[in-house]
C-alpha cells in the first residue's frame, strides 16, 4: 500500500472547519478527497459515512433529516449523490450554527449545480483539492511555497544555488492524478481509459440528462485539444458538429466536474472581465494527455500542442499552491488585441505577479515583450517571471526576472 502524502489542503479545512459550521472539499473525481478525509490526523475522529454506499445513500434519501441527526461532527463523502441532504443540512445549521457540524466532499461544484447553488449559501465554504503538484509528491508541502516568498519580497531565497532542475516531461504526461503519479497503476493509459469511462457512464449522466453520450465524449477529447487556449464556443461547436447551445451545456458539465477550469481574462475594470473570452484548462495534464493521444513529449511533432500541455501542468500546480496558501487570490491571464500576452496573472488584490510559461530550456530577448508591455501597463505589479524550463535564475532588471519553472513550483 502506498504511503500517504500530506495534501497541502489539508491545514485549510482544518482550519476552516474551527470556524465554519458546513465545508465541503470538492475537486475532480479521484483526485483524493476520500484518502485526506480519512487520513488527516485531525479529521479521523469525526463519523465518516460515504454516499457510494447504497445502504447509506438509501438511508440518506428516505430520511435526511434523520440521517445527519446520527451524529455529529459528521463527515459524509459522496454528498453529491443525495442532494435532499443538503437541504436537511442548511435546516440543520439554521438551528445550531457550531463550526465544523459537517464536513462534505463531492465530486460536483456545488456553486454551479443548477437547484443546489444556493443551499449552503452563508452556512458553507468550498475547498477544492487539486491533482497532486510537484510539491506534495516530492514531500515538500511542510515547507512554504517560494512563489509565496516571492510575491511578498521578489528575490532569490539565500538557501538557493543559483541552479535548479529542469520539469521533467514525465511529469507533465503523468499529471497529479494518484493511481497514476503515485504509480498505484501498472498501466496508466489503461486506468485513464477506465476513468474516461467511469466519467462518462456515472457522473455525467448523474450530473445531467445526456441522451448522446458518443457527442458528449467526442467534444469532451476535441477541449483536450484546445488546453490553454483561448476558448472559442463556436468554433469548438463546428468541429464536434453540434450547436452552440449545446456545446456550452456540455462544457458546463466539465467545468461542474472539475474536468476544466476557465481562467478569464486580467482587465482593468474587474466587471468586465466576464464578458471576455476565458481560456480554457483541463484540470490534470495527464489526463489531457491521454486525451490528446500524446504519450512522449519529446517526439510531439504538434509544438503548439507540447507547450499547451506544459502550461496546462504549470497552471494545475499554481492552482494547488494557491488554493492552499492563498485562497483569495485570483489566476488570470492579459491579452491585449493579440499584439501581447501573458500566460498567467496572479492577483492577490493590492499586487499582482505576472508569469510567462516558456517550455524550451532556453530564452529570448522577443520572450520577454509580453511581460515589459504589462510592466508599463499595470504600475502595481510586483513582478514579471519568465517561467522557462532552463536551470539559472536571473534577474533581468527592475520588477522583470527568469526563473526555472521548478523553482516557480516548488
Request: charged share 20%; with cysteine; proline share 4%.
Amino acid at each position: 500500500m502506498t504511503k500517504y502524502r500530506k495534501r497541502e489542503l489539508e491545514d485549510v479545512v482544518v482550519h476552516a472547519l474551527s470556524t465554519m459550521p458546513v465545508v465541503v472539499v470538492t475537486g475532480l473525481r479521484q483526485v483524493g478527497k476520500s484518502t485526506l478525509l480519512l487520513n488527516e490526523k485531525s479529521l479521523r475522529k469525526r463519523k465518516y459515512v460515504t454516499l457510494d454506499d447504497f445502504a447509506q445513500l438509501q438511508a440518506a434519501r428516505e430520511a435526511p433529516e434523520s440521517f445527519i441527526k446520527q451524529q455529529t461532527p459528521i463527515t459524509i463523502d459522496e454528498v453529491q449523490r443525495c442532494p435532499e441532504l443538503l437541504f436537511a443540512i442548511k435546516r440543520s445549521v439554521d438551528q445550531d450554527r457550531s463550526p465544523g457540524r459537517f464536513l462534505l466532499s463531492g465530486s460536483a461544484n456545488f456553486s454551479l449545480l443548477k437547484g443546489i447553488s444556493e443551499t449552503l449559501a452563508g452556512r458553507a465554504i468550498y475547498l477544492t483539492l487539486s491533482p497532486f503538484s510537484l510539491r506534495e509528491l516530492r514531500r515538500h508541502s511542510s515547507k512554504r511555497p517560494f512563489l509565496l516568498e516571492f510575491i511578498k519580497s521578489p528575490a532569490l531565497p539565500a538557501s538557493h544555488s543559483g541552479t535548479t532542475s529542469p520539469i521533467e516531461y514525465a511529469d507533465v504526461l503523468m499529471g497529479g492524478m494518484p493511481p497514476v503519479c503515485l504509480k498505484q497503476s501498472k498501466d496508466p493509459l489503461l486506468w485513464f481509459q477506465g476513468y474516461e469511462q467511469t466519467y462518462l457512464e456515472r457522473d455525467i449522466r448523474a450530473l445531467s440528462q445526456v441522451a448522446d453520450l458518443i457527442s458528449f465524449r467526442n467534444l469532451f477529447k476535441l477541449a483536450a485539444f484546445r488546453t490553454g487556449q483561448i476558448l472559442k464556443i463556436s468554433e469548438l461547436a463546428r468541429d464536434a458538429k453540434l450547436n452552440v447551445a449545446t456545446t456550452s451545456r456540455y462544457l458546463n458539465l466539465l467545468e461542474t466536474s472539475f474536468v476544466v477550469q476557465r481562467i478569464f481574462p486580467y482587465l482593468g475594470n474587474r466587471a468586465s472581465r466576464l464578458i471576455k473570452s476565458p481560456k480554457i484548462y483541463f484540470s490534470d495534464s495527464g489526463l489531457a494527455c491521454y486525451l490528446t493521444g500524446v504519450e512522449d513529449l519529446d517526439s510531439t511533432q504538434n509544438m503548439a500542442l507540447k507547450g499547451a500541455l506544459i502550461e496546462t501542468f504549470i497552471a494545475q500546480n499554481l492552482m494547488a499552491i494557491l488554493g492552499a496558501h492563498m485562497p483569495r487570490s485570483q489566476l488570470y491571464f492579459w491579452s491585449i488585441q493579440g499584439r501581447h500576452e501573458v500566460d498567467f496573472v496572479i492577483d492577490i488584490g493590492h499586487d499582482v505577479l505576472a508569469v510567462e510559461v516558456k517550455a524550451s530550456t532556453h530564452w529570448q530577448a522577443r520572450d520577454l515583450a509580453g511581460l515589459r508591455a504589462f510592466l508599463k501597463s499595470t504600475p502595481h505589479c510586483r513582478a514579471a517571471i519568465l517561467a522557462y524550463n532552463g536551470t539559472h535564475s536571473v534577474r533581468l532588471g527592475e520588477r522583470l526576472w527568469a526563473l526555472p519553472l521548478r523553482l516557480l513550483l516548488s
